[in-house]
C-alpha cells in the first residue's frame, strides 16, 4: 500500500490493532525452551476472563497445599496436636532429596507437600518414639368420607360416656374370682402394695392419656390413633397390634372367667369331663374349660357377627350387674358387724378340708345310742369300721370347725396381714390351730384337703391382678360419641379410675379384715360347699354375686369381641402394614367380618390355655406395653414443646409420663419377664416390619421431631471438633451427570459407593443443570426423581442434592463448597473421568473438570477419580479371585491403604486380595523398603502383598520426546481453532463497534496536521485488512508448529508417565481395580490440556482405575 495512514485507537486500545497485536505476538517469536507455549497460554487466558472470571489464575503462593506436613500441630489435621510424627513431620533436606531426577517429575510440584513412599518408610522405620493421637398434618381419606351414612350429633356427657364405660372395663372377673385369693395369699399389705402399684400406673396414663386426647380431635380407633399420631407409624402399627392383642386376649379371659363361674358354681354337674382321681381333677377342669370356652367363643362371635347392635344395648344392663354386686359385698361386709353368715369351715388339725364329699365335720356320731363313723371317717379309713385302718394324720389330729367369716369386728385381720406363699400342692392350713405329725406327702395327694393349684410368688399375682385395673381406655375410644370430648375424657377417666381405686383399696382391707385366711385361700370355695368365696361374704345371698359375676363375664367378653376387630380394622384401613389389608375389609355395613375371624381366632388360641390364671399375665403384657408408649408420647411431645402440642387438660408433667412410662415397663418385668421380652419381640417386629415394608406416612408424630432435636443436637458435637483419625471415614460428595431427559448417566458411580459405603457415613448425589432456577425447576424435580429412584435401585443410602446454576463451573463449586451441614458435611469428592474430553469440541468439559480437581483440593477435600466407571462391578457381581492393586507413590495420608479395605468389607470384593506397589528410585534400599512396608501394613492391621518396584534414571526415550511434541502441536492447534472461532462470533459486533468509533473520533478532533490523514474505516477495507492478517498469521503460525521444540518441563512429565504406566500396566493389567495417586494439576494454568494427556498416558491400557488425591490428613493409624 503506497498511501501512509493512522489508525486512531477507539476504547481504549479497543482497536483492531489493539486486538489483533497480541495475536500476532502468539507464534511470531516463541521461547526457544516453551516451544512458544507461554505465550499462547496467556491468549487463552485473556479470552476465559472475559467468560468466566472462576479461571482467573492465582497466585500459587497464596494456594493451599494438599498436604502440610510440618511440626506445627492441628494445621489440617484431627484436632489433636501431634509431637514428631513421622506423618507430618518434613523437614527442607527431605524435600531436596524426595524427587531427585526425572522419574518422578509428574510429582515433583507436589514433593514440598507430599513426601515420596520410600521417605515416609524411612522415617517410620527409625521412629521409635510415636505418640498416641488422640404431605398435610393429617391425611383424608376422602373415597371413604364419602360412603359414610350421616350421623346424629354426639349428645353423650361424661357421665355416660365416659365413667360408666369406664368403670364397667376395669370392675369385672378378677375382682370376683381372684381378689379374695390374692388377699389371703398376699397378705393385706402386699395386696395393698399390689393395687396401690398398678393403680398408680393407670392413673399416670389417664394424665398422660387426658394431654393427648385432649390436644385435637381424636376419631375413632382411640388409643392407636392417639399413639401413632403422637409417636408415628411405626411406634402406632406396633402398639396398636399390640392393644388388639391385649384386647383379643381380654376376651378369653372373660370367656373363660364365665365357663368358671358356670362349672364351678351354677351348674357343677354339667361338666363333661369328670375326674375319677384328685389328682385329675385339674385336668378334668381345664378340658372343660376348653370345650365350654370354644362353645361359648363361637356363640358370642356369631351374636357380634349379627346383631352388634343389641350388645351395645345391653350395655347398661351388664353394668347394673357389676354395680349391684359391688354394693352387695359392701352390704354383706356391714350386716358381718351385727350378724355373721353361718359358712363353717372343716379343719382336720390345721388342714383346710374339702367339703364337698361329707355333710358333718365329724370323724364319727352318736346315733342311737351307738357310734358311728361319718362320710369323713370313709374319705380318710379304708372302710366304715371302728377299727379300720386309716391315715396317720387323721388319726393323730381332731376334727375341728371354724367359722369362714367371722366378720369385721372378729379381729381376723392380724391373722391376714402378712403372705403366705407356697408350692404347687401345698396345702392351705391355719397356724394358730395345732398340728400333729405322721402326714405322708406321698398319701396326703389323694386326701380331700384344700391345696394351691399353683406355685404362688408375688410377682405371679401381680401379673393376675392387672387385668383387672385396664379398662381405662373405653373413654377415649368413645370419643367420636361425646359432646365435649376434650371435656369429657379427663374428668370421667380420672373419676373413674380414682373410685375403682377405692373400690379395690377397701374391698382388699375388708376382705382381710371379716373372712377367715384359709377361706380366703381357698380359690374355688371348695371348704364351703363350692360356693363363691367372695358370693358367701354378700348381702343378701351369694347368688347375687355369682349371677352378677357371670353376667359382667359375659358382657366384658361380648365388648372385647366387638372392640378388637374395629380397632384391627383402623389399622387395616391406615395402610401401614401391607398385610392386614385384607382385615381393612368388612360387610357393606362397614362391620369388620375377616377382622372378626382372626380374632376369634386369637381368642381361640387363649380359650385352649384354658388356665385363667395363665392368661392374665399374656394380656397384661400387651397392655402394659401400651400404656408405656401413651406415657412416652406425653413425654415426648411435652419436652420437644412442638407448637402444635396445646393440650387444654394442663395437670400433666413430662417426669410424670416418664414416672408411669418406667413403672409400666417394670411391671412387665415383675409380672413375667419371659412374657415381657416375648412381648417386646413382637412389637420389635412389627416396627421393623412397617418401617421397611409399610406405607410412608407422615402424621407429624413426635418421633419425626424427636429425630430433628437428635440430629440438630448431633450435628452441633459434631462442629465442636474434627473427627479423630480413628473415627475418620469417608463422607462422599458424589458428582453425577444426568443426560438431556435427566437421567443418571453413570449409574455404576452409586454402585462403587455403596460397595465403599456400605450404609455407613455420609453420602450425598449432587447434579448441577445450566440455567436458572425459576426455568429449571421442572427439570431439577425430574432430575432428582430420578436421582433417588436410581439411589434406590443401587441402594445407594443418602441424600441428593440438584442444583440450577448459571454455568456448570459455578454450580460444581457451590456443591463442593456448601453440601452438607454443619459438622455433617463431606470430606470426600467422588467423579468419574470424562472419557470423551478429547472428541468434545467444547474445551469447558476438561476444564470444569481441572477445576473441580483444584476446587477440591483448595477444600481438604479427598478425591477420588473413577476411570472407565461403567465396566465397574454391580452390586449383584460376585468378583472371583483376583487382586486389589495399590500403587503407592507418594504418602498422601492413607486414603490409598484404607479404601482398598473398605471395599474388601462388601461381598463384590470379599474375595479379591490386596497388592501394595510403591516405587523406588536409584538411591533407595528396595529389600529394606519392602521390610518397612510389611511393618507398617502389620501395624495397620491389613493384610496385603508388598512390592517394590524399582524405576532407574533412564535417559529419557525419542518416543517420550515425540509424543510430546506431537501433545505441544495439537494443543497449538485446538487453540488457533478456537481463536478462529472467537473471530467469527465477535465479528459483526466488532465492525459495528469500530465504524461508530471511528466517527466519533473523526468529528471530535478539530486540529488535524498536514502530514496526518484520517481515514474511516469502512467494511470493505476492513475485511481485506483482517484477510491479509489472518494469512500472515496462518503462514507464521504453520510454519512454527513444525518448527517448535518441546518443552523440556513438559518432556519430564511426559518421561514420568510413559514409564510409571508401563510398570503398572505390566504388573497390574489383570487386576480388577488399580488404586493410584492422582498427580495434582499444574499450578499454571496454561498447562491444563497438557496436564490431561498426561493422565491419559498415565492410565493407557488400564481397565478400572481409580485415582486417588489425599485430602490434607492422615485417614489411617497405627494405633488402637
Not at 392417639?226 to 386376649?249: D, H, K
Amino acid at each position: 500500500m503506497g498511501e501512509r495512514f493512522v489508525v486512531v485507537p477507539v476504547d481504549g486500545g479497543g482497536g483492531v490493532a489493539g486486538d489483533r497485536e497480541p495475536s500476532d505476538a502468539v507464534v511470531s517469536d516463541p521461547a526457544p525452551d516453551t516451544g512458544g507455549s507461554a505465550g499462547v497460554g496467556a491468549t487463552a487466558e485473556e479470552i476465559e476472563e472475559g467468560e468466566d472470571s472462576v479461571f482467573e489464575p492465582q497466585d500459587p503462593s497464596t494456594v493451599v497445599p494438599i498436604l502440610e506436613y510440618n511440626r506445627e500441630p492441628n494445621k489440617y489435621g484431627d484436632g489433636v496436636p501431634k509431637e514428631n510424627s513421622p506423618f507430618i513431620n518434613n523437614t527442607d533436606n527431605d524435600k531436596g532429596n524426595s524427587y531427585d531426577g526425572t522419574n518422578m517429575a509428574l510429582f515433583e510440584e507436589e514433593m514440598d507437600s507430599n513426601p515420596m513412599v520410600s521417605s515416609l518408610l524411612n522415617k517410620l522405620a527409625n521412629y521409635t518414639n510415636l505418640t498416641q493421637g488422640a404431605q398435610e398434618h393429617e391425611e383424608a381419606d376422602e373415597d371413604e368420607g364419602s360412603k359414610k351414612k350421616a350421623v346424629k350429633s354426639p349428645q353423650m356427657g361424661t357421665f355416660m360416656g365416659v365413667y360408666l364405660p369406664c368403670l364397667q372395663n376395669i370392675l369385672g372377673v378378677i375382682l370376683f374370682l381372684r381378689l379374695t385369693w390374692i388377699v389371703g395369699t398376699a397378705g393385706i399389705l402386699e395386696s395393698l402394695a399390689i393395687v396401690c402399684l398398678c393403680c398408680s400406673c393407670t392413673m399416670l396414663t389417664a394424665i398422660s392419656m387426658s394431654a393427648i386426647a385432649t390436644n385435637g380431635v381424636v376419631p375413632a380407633g382411640g388409643s392407636y390413633y392417639m399413639i401413632s399420631r403422637s409417636l408415628g407409624p411405626e411406634f402406632g402399627g406396633a402398639v396398636g397390634l399390640c392393644f388388639y392383642l391385649g384386647t383379643t386376649f381380654a376376651g378369653s379371659m372373660y370367656i373363660l372367667g364365665t365357663i368358671e363361674i358356670l362349672l364351678t358354681y351354677i351348674v357343677p354337674k354339667a361338666a363333661i369331663f369328670v375326674a375319677d382321681r384328685k389328682e385329675d381333677e385339674l385336668n378334668a377342669l381345664l378340658n372343660n374349660m376348653r370345650v365350654y370356652g370354644t362353645c361359648c367363643l363361637a356363640l358370642m362371635s356369631v351374636v357380634v357377627f349379627v346383631g352388634v347392635k343389641y350388645v351395645n344395648k345391653l350395655a347398661l344392663v351388664f353394668l347394673a350387674c357389676v354395680i349391684l354386686s359391688i354394693l352387695a359385698i359392701y352390704a354383706g361386709v356391714i350386716k358381718t358387724i351385727f350378724e355373721p353368715p353361718d359358712f363353717p369351715v372343716c379343719m382336720l388339725g390345721n388342714r383346710t378340708l374339702q367339703n364337698l364329699n361329707f355333710d358333718k365335720c365329724l370323724k364319727t356320731d352318736f346315733i342311737d345310742n351307738m357310734t358311728v363313723t361319718t362320710k369323713l371317717w370313709m374319705l380318710f379309713c379304708d372302710g366304715p369300721e371302728l377299727n379300720a385302718t386309716c391315715n396317720e394324720y387323721f388319726d393323730n389330729n381332731n376334727v375341728t370347725m371354724i367359722q369362714g367369716i367371722p366378720g369385721l369386728t372378729s379381729g381376723v385381720i392380724s391373722e391376714n396381714m402378712w403372705s403366705v406363699y407356697g408350692p404347687l400342692g401345698m396345702m392351705v392350713e391355719n397356724k394358730e390351730l395345732s398340728s400333729l405329725g405322721g402326714s405322708d406327702s406321698a398319701q396326703d395327694i389323694y386326701m380331700p384337703y384344700v391345696i394351691n393349684d399353683i406355685t404362688t410368688f408375688f410377682t405371679l399375682l401381680v401379673g393376675i391382678y392387672f387385668p383387672s385395673v385396664t379398662g381405662i381406655m373405653a373413654g377415649s375410644n368413645r370419643s367420636g360419641d361425646l359432646r365435649d370430648a376434650q371435656k369429657s375424657i379427663p374428668i370421667g377417666t380420672i373419676l373413674a379410675i380414682a373410685t375403682t381405686s377405692f373400690i379395690y383399696v377397701t374391698c382388699v382391707v375388708l376382705f382381710g379384715a371379716s373372712i377367715e385366711g384359709v377361706l380366703l385361700r381357698d380359690k374355688f370355695g371348695d371348704s364351703v360347699k363350692g360356693n363363691l368365696v367372695i358370693g358367701t361374704l354378700s348381702w343378701p345371698s351369694p347368688w347375687v354375686i355369682v349371677i352378677g359375676s357371670f353376667f359382667s363375664c359375659c358382657g366384658a367378653g361380648l365388648q372385647s369381641l366387638t372392640g378388637a376387630p374395629r380397632l384391627l380394622q383402623a389399622i387395616a384401613r391406615d395402610g401401614i402394614v401391607p398385610f392386614l389389608q385384607v382385615f381393612g375389609h368388612g360387610k357393606a355395613n362397614g362391620e369388620p367380618t375377616w377382622a372378626l375371624l382372626l380374632t376369634g381366632g386369637i381368642c381361640e388360641i387363649g380359650i385352649l390355655i384354658a388356665s385363667l390364671d395363665a392368661v392374665a399375665p399374656i394380656l397384661s403384657m400387651f397392655f402394659l406395653m401400651c400404656y408405656l408408649f401413651v406415657n412416652l408420647a406425653c413425654a415426648v411431645q411435652t419436652l420437644l414443646r412442638t407448637p402444635n402440642w396445646r393440650p387444654r387438660f394442663k395437670y400433666y408433667h413430662w417426669a410424670l409420663s416418664f414416672l408411669g412410662m418406667s413403672l409400666c415397663l417394670a411391671l412387665m418385668f415383675i409380672c413375667s419377664w419371659y412374657y415381657a421380652i416375648f412381648a417386646m419381640a413382637i412389637a420389635g417386629c412389627i416396627y421393623k416390619y412397617i418401617e421397611y415394608r409399610g406405607a410412608e406416612k407422615e402424621w407429624g408424630d413426635g418421633i419425626r421431631g424427636l429425630s430433628l432435636n437428635a440430629a440438630r443436637y448431633a450435628l452441633i458435637r459434631l462442629e465442636e471438633a474434627p473427627p479423630h483419625t480413628k473415627n475418620w471415614r469417608p463422607q462422599v460428595l458424589v458428582l453425577l451427570n444426568v443426560d438431556s431427559d435427566q437421567g443418571v448417566k453413570h449409574p455404576r458411580l452409586l454402585s462403587l459407593t455403596t460397595q465403599l459405603k456400605a450404609g455407613k457415613g455420609l453420602t450425598i448425589v449432587g447434579n448441577v443443570l445450566e440455567g436458572t432456577y425459576l426455568t429449571k425447576d421442572a427439570e431439577a424435580k425430574r432430575a432428582d426423581q430420578n436421582i433417588k429412584s436410581s439411589m434406590s435401585a443401587e441402594k445407594t443410602k443418602g441424600f441428593c442434592h440438584v442444583v440450577v446454576s448459571s454455568n456448570l463451573r459455578d454450580g460444581m463449586s457451590h456443591l463442593i463448597q456448601s453440601a452438607g451441614l454443619g459438622g455433617m458435611k463431606h470430606n470426600t469428592v467422588l467423579m468419574a473421568w470424562p472419557g470423551t474430553w478429547r472428541q468434545s469440541n467444547d474445551p469447558q468439559s476438561w476444564k470444569n473438570f481441572i477445576e473441580t480437581v483444584r476446587e477440591s483440593t483448595a477444600a481438604h477435600h479427598a478425591l477420588l477419580v473413577a476411570k472407565n466407571v461403567d465396566s465397574f462391578p454391580t452390586n449383584q457381581d460376585r468378583l472371583g479371585e483376583g487382586t486389589i492393586d495399590v500403587w503407592w507413590v507418594v504418602h498422601d495420608g492413607g486414603m490409598l491403604m484404607l479404601l482398598p479395605f473398605l471395599l474388601r468389607q462388601h461381598k463384590v470384593w470379599r474375595k479379591c486380595k490386596m497388592r501394595i506397589f510403591t516405587v523406588a528410585q536409584m538411591d533407595d534400599n528396595s529389600i529394606q523398603m519392602k521390610k518397612d512396608l510389611q511393618m507398617f501394613l502389620y501395624h495397620l492391621r491389613l493384610d496385603a502383598e508388598v512390592e517394590v518396584v524399582e524405576m532407574h534414571d533412564n535417559d529419557i526415550s525419542a518416543f517420550t520426546y515425540e509424543k510430546t511434541l506431537m501433545m505441544e502441536q495439537r494443543t497449538q492447534m485446538l487453540k488457533q481453532m478456537q481463536l478462529s472461532r472467537t473471530e467469527r462470533e465477535r465479528e459483526a459486533q466488532l465492525i459495528h463497534d469500530r465504524n461508530t468509533a471511528s466517527h466519533a473520533t473523526i468529528n471530535d478532533k478539530a486540529e488535524t496536521g498536514p502530514d496526518r490523514v484520517h481515514m474511516t474505516w469502512t467494511k470493505d477495507k476492513m475485511f481485506a485488512e483482517r484477510n491479509r492478517n489472518r494469512e500472515c498469521n496462518a503462514n507464521v503460525a504453520v510454519r512454527d508448529l513444525f518448527n517448535m521444540k518441546p518443552n523440556q518441563s513438559n518432556v519430564r512429565r511426559m518421561h514420568t508417565a510413559v514409564k510409571l504406566n508401563g510398570v503398572v500396566v505390566n504388573k497390574s493389567q489383570g487386576a480388577h481395580l488399580v488404586l493410584l495417586n492422582m498427580p495434582g494439576p499444574p499450578r499454571n494454568r496454561g498447562g491444563d490440556e497438557n496436564y490431561m494427556e498426561f493422565l491419559e498416558v498415565l492410565l493407557e491400557g488400564l481397565n478400572r482405575v481409580l485415582l486417588v488425591r489425599g485430602g490434607g490428613r492422615e485417614v489411617i493409624t497405627i494405633y488402637s
